[in-house]
């Protein structure tokens, strides 16, 4: 939707959803709800009780978010979220589950951290079912809007194939519309290791992974890849929301900060590739076969 199309009832709506799956119980005390959302009478007004944040990609458009922490029953740091997404100028609501938490098997309580981050990503997409139910949009209209590009003919994935990992159902299929829409031939994974097993049997041209998945995340990714000599040189890209360190980003051949614009994507794709032709370092893609994946 765009900017304009947001008003103060699609706010309250999807706040309604939110606390009452995430609080079922009730709302604790300890969430307090600003007084520019609870007694606002514009869009502006209420937004000023949401914390803004800008995304800014070097070379690209500043995409815009308000983020509004209020937790669930069994962590306190889960978000609700309006942000710009993909197409520069239009809004979707969406869950910022936390489960981008840096927690290897060697911490303390590793088990009980996976068990919670299941837990936030389970009730983060029953949320944003329901808000979808109910008519606000949320990234599953984004994958609509990429359903509705055209195909560009001599687009920057002519001829090549692209692993996509992403354990977002929507935003994998909303990511694989765009790619096909560049003329890629796009093989779809759900994480890590899924797309380890198709990068190593299909050789495709162009990894692009989010970095927190489950069983397998983007860095273990990207470092299993590396040691095959089969699967070394194809380049990748890698996406995520949270701050990685220098060392983290140096380990793929570009690093992606969601959310991002559909021309950065493709300006990424197009670099990566660009350079890995000039290095030598593209898997063959003769034979593309099925391209439903």
Known sequence: MKFQE??????????AIY???????GVPDEVKIPDAIREGNSVPEMLRGFTRE??????????????LRLGNERYHFMKMVLREYLFEGEFVFSVDTHDNLDIR????DYEEWQQLKKFNRELGARIETQWKTAGLDTCARLRERMRELPTQ?????RGYRAVLADDDDELREAFAELLRSESFEVIKSIHGQDGLEKARARKPNLIV?????PVMNGLEFIARLKED??????????????QLSLVDMGQASAFLAKPFSIETLVAYCEFVLGRAKNEGETASAADFGDRQT
């Not at 009452?20 to 119980?25: I, R």
């Not at 098997?105 to 303390?108: A, L, S, T």
């Not at 003919?153 to 994935?157: Q, T």
């Not at 000599?229 to 949270?242: F, Y």
């Open 6 to 15: 947001v008003t103060c009832t699609k706010i309250k709506d999807a706040l």
């Open 19 to 25: 606390l009452a799956n995430a609080h079922p119980k």
């Open 54 to 67: 800008e995304c800014i990609q070097p070379g690209s458009p500043c995409l815009q978010q308000w983020v």
């Open 105 to 108: 098997p060697h911490y303390p």
């Open 153 to 157: 003919p001599s687009g920057c994935g």
């Open 209 to 213: 992974t989010d970095f927190e998945m």
């Open 229 to 242: 000599p089969a699967t070394c040189k194809i380049p990748v890209i890698l996406m995520s929301a949270r």
